[in-house]
């Protein structure tokens, strides 16, 4: 089985979690539609990138280490290094 891959930038405290290998289209910034969850709802910033199958390719989670375990985020690779 596949493993997921997280990225996490200390200084912007944003993490995005990849559904895709990140080197096919799957990268931060090539989703063909992204849709922000209500910031209210979720008591922050998470976005869900589709690619052209509408299928989740990854989510970008801003405010990163009040939403996700401390266990991803020590895991993640580090894009602030």
């Known amino acids: ?5 997280a ?8 993490a995005y979690i990849y559904f895709e290998d990140p080197a096919q289209a799957g990268a931060p910034g ?3 539609k992204t849709y922000e ?17 509408g299928r989740v390719i ?3 989670i801003l405010d990163a280490r009040s ?5 991803v985020l020590g895991t993640a ?4 290094s």
């Open 7 to 14: 990225t996490y930038d200390r200084q912007a405290n944003a």
């Open 37 to 53: 969850c209500d910031p209210i709802a979720v008591d922050g910033m998470i976005n869900l990138d589709f690619d052209e199958e």
């Open 67 to 71: 939403k996700l375990p401390p266990y």
């Open 1 to 5: 089985m596949a493993e997921l891959k």
């Open 58 to 60: 990854g989510i970008e």
């Open 30 to 32: 090539s989703a063909v």
């Open 77 to 80: 690779e580090r894009l602030d």
